[in-house]
């Protein structure tokens, strides 16, 4: 396997006809003509593992911090920095358990467990509406919920097993599916703030993932080998590709922890600007509404970094392909450090979310595209979550060190300084740093 621009999926070495019928026995059917792993049965894995993200784990409970921010400070005198700190320790919470939670994952059966974890995530998202104003309490709830946060590499491999023929798309449209839902939220949540308080944001969420998710995971959602053992047919199907590095041995590897680096870059900028990015705005001269709507901008441009760097992902062979994203991230970074309430200042902020929301998107499923490209399939959650959980731990911090910036200084310049250097710094380290793949997109060993 060369680092050079491949064909399309179907020339890749490592995809052969027995993966293809592997494939067509996780979703119960047969191959035929050009196939696609894109079956009912798949889709409705998919379906359940995106809402168990959203709902499930906790994401969105994290960023209605950002419309609560205001309010919770005047309701309890909480400092800026003080309220982004619960957002640090939900990161925290899910760093520590990721790299346990991954080597479940590779041994283990985790639909219960993650039903379980869905209907504790609904009870506490809940019990956030009935905060009494101690902040310790607060940090313990959102503690809590960091360890439903950590379920991402759980869903993450669900999806990444099921779908190998088009795993880059798959991928991709995992994450679209949830920008869409951030998208959304906003919005959805800005009328129920305006309608009852910032304790309705949580009490809706709660009740949603009660009602909505936990129900979808109980019908849906398999784990993949379950998936596999429904197969029927003359079609026999061989064992899954158990080739790929071991989490000792990624752990003695650079490449890792080049990753590890590279999302915390990724992970400070967007982690630490997301729970400000109202405040932001405001404090600057620029409307509620024009910051709300830029936060829906962003969400949408998202989509189209994902849904890009899906076919980009599954149409390129080499990691470079990433540095153009992270170009264009850093450039929407710095418009966003310049945009105010004066002059053209919204049209600063909205080229600058749109960037950022271009190049943003594209991290989170490249990023977890690479660990299949670079390590392989047979310890992808213990290392994965090893990655992630050292990454959120270091970029956790930002929310809290954002907050504590402003409110020392009383602006959040300082702050963007070193996320645009933080931006630069991946462009580099994608194009120049990172070695040629190691596995096929199958998971077999590259040639």
């Keep these: 396997m060369t680092d050079d621009v491949t064909g399309d999926l179907d020339t890749d070495q490592g995809t052969t006809p027995s993966t293809r019928s592997l494939n067509a026995g996780i979703a119960g059917e047969q191959p035929s003509g050009r196939w696609s792993d894109f079956t009912p049965a798949n889709l409705k894995v998919g379906f359940a593992c995106l809402l168990g993200l959203m709902l499930a784990g906790s994401p969105l409970a994290t960023s209605a911090i950002s419309l609560a921010m205001v309010p919770l400070s005047a309701a309890w005198g909480w400092s800026r920095g003080e309220i982004g700190g619960a957002v640090t320790a939900w990161s925290w919470a899910g760093a520590l358990a990721m790299p346990f939670l991954g080597r479940h994952l590779d041994k283990r059966r985790t639909r219960g467990p993650l039903i379980a974890l869905a209907i504790v995530t609904g009870v506490l998202t809940v019990s956030v509406a009935l905060q ?35 795993r880059g798309k798959a991928l991709a449209l995992f994450t679209i599916g949830s920008t869409v839902i951030v998208a959304a939220f906003p919005q959805v949540m800005r009328v129920v703030f305006e309608h009852s308080s910032w304790r309705g944001i949580f009490l809706v969420l709660g009740l949603a993932t009660l009602v909505v998710a936990v129900p979808v995971l109980v019908l849906w959602l398999k784990d993949p080998p379950d998936a596999a053992a429904i197969a029927a047919g003359p079609v026999r199907l061989p064992d899954p590709p158990t080739d790929g ?39 600057r001269g620029l409307s509620l509404t024009a910051a709300v709507g830029a936060m829906s901008l962003s969400s949408l441009f998202v989509i189209v970094g994902q849904f890009s760097i899906g076919f980009v992902m599954d149409r390129f062979n080499t990691v470079k392909i990433a540095a153009p994203y992270m170009f264009v991230f850093g450039v929407g970074v710095f418009m966003l450090s310049i945009a105010s ?107």
């Excluded at 000792?248 to 915390?264: D, G």
């Excluded at 998107?361 to 990023?367: I, V």
Aim: glycine share 14%; proline share 3%.
């Design 132 to 166: 009494t104003g101690s902040l310790a309490q607060f940090y313990a709830i959102y503690l809590l919920l960091g360890l439903s946060g950590a379920t991402i590499m759980v869903y993450t491999k669900i999806v990444a097993a099921i779908f190998t023929v088009n």
């Design 245 to 283: 590095a071991t989490a000792e041995e990624a752990r003695r590897s650079a490449t890792f922890w080049l990753i590890v680096l590279i999302n915390v870059c990724g992970g400070t900028t967007i982690f630490g600007l997301l729970p400000h990015l109202v405040a932001i705005m405001t404090s």
């Design 341 to 447: 309430g004066h002059g053209r200042g919204e049209w600063l902020l909205y080229g600058g979310v749109a960037l950022m929301g271009t190049g943003g998107g594209a991290q989170l499923p490249f990023a977890n595209y690479v660990f299949t490209r670079y390590f392989g399939m047979k310890a992808f959650g213990e290392i994965a979550g090893l990655s992630y959980g050292l990454s959120l731990a270091v970029s956790g911090l930002s929310p809290a060190l954002i907050g504590i910036v402003y409110d020392r200084t009383g602006s959040y310049s300082p702050a963007f300084a070193v996320l645009a250097a933080a931006a630069a710094l991946n462009v580099v380290l994608y194009a120049f740093v990172l070695p040629r793949y190691r596995y096929s997109r199958s998971g077999a060993p590259a040639g």
